[in-house]
């Protein structure tokens, strides 16, 4: 079932690239919201100057959103990057993934609080509850740090939102997901499911119900997982 969103300004990151950004972006303008882009080529995130850019863009002085999606966000994988440095690309990761969700947020949240308040959607992982299991990847890559160290560092920004501006109207939701169906390399869902209870990676069915939990539940805060009861067994 459809929710109504009509009248609503709906901010994403990475909306337009990626696998769940653009489809996430869908689900939001299917359901009656104006949509908003924060992404590349238009503004780089890896850049703090862009993200005061797009926030005093004549685009959001006349628009208002009052639904933001923290999506973007760099995760190295393999067969795109080949990496067995564990710290490559660290400050970079860390800027996008958590210091610009921090810096949009800190320039929105006073508007948003004047509009009469919000919900705000960071997208989150299982990689910020467990390290990344080199066993799990082949031909020596490893998951870099920063990916795992911004997810966790994110879950705090969470709470931290909900408790300073709750109060303000502002709700703050971190849904952590599994691996998503779409863009998963065949080699590595063999192994990795069987490790996930339910055998079954991310559904975009699972990712619609959730996006609707996170807008619709208003005593939902904080984060919470979507990810088969991974992150609640051994790996």
């Known amino acids: 079932m459809n929710i109504d969103l009509k009248g609503k300004t709906a901010l994403i990151t990475g909306g337009k690239n990626g696998i769940i950004g653009p489809i996430i972006a869908e689900m939001l303008y299917n359901w009656g ?4 882009y924060c992404d590349l080529p238009d503004y780089d995130l890896s850049m703090p100057r862009d ?12 628009y208002k959103p009052s ?5 973007a966000a760099i995760d190295p994988k393999p067969g795109t990057d080949n990496g067995s440095d564990p710290f490559r690309r660290h400050s970079e990761i860390m800027q996008v993934n958590h ?9 929105l949240i006073p508007q948003m609080i004047k509009n009469g ?21 082949q031909d020596g ?16 920004h969470c709470h931290n939102v909900n408790t300073i501006y709750g109060k303000e109207g502002i709700r703050c939701v971190m849904p952590s997901f599994g691996p998503f169906e779409k863009g998963l390399f065949p080699s590595f869902m063999a192994g990795f499911g069987k490790k ?10 699972d990712l619609d119900l959730t996006i ?11 984060e919470f997982r979507v990810d088969g009861g991974y992150t609640r067994v051994g790996r």
């Open 33 to 36: 919201a104006r949509i908003l």
């Open 51 to 62: 993200v005061v850019r797009f926030c005093q863009s004549p685009l959001m002085k006349h």
């Open 67 to 71: 639904i933001v999606v923290h999506n």
């Open 99 to 107: 210091l610009a969700v921090a810096q949009l947020n800190g320039l």
């Open 117 to 137: 308040g919000g919900v705000i959607i960071i997208m989150g992982s299982i990689m910020g509850y467990v390290s990344a299991n080199p066993d799990n990847y």
């Open 141 to 156: 890559w490893l998951k870099a740090f920063g990916y795992n160290e911004s997810k966790a560092a994110l879950q705090m």
């Open 196 to 205: 996930i209870p339910l055998q079954r990676p991310v559904s975009k069915s």
């Open 212 to 222: 609707k939990y996170c807008l619709e539940c208003e005593s939902l805060a904080g």
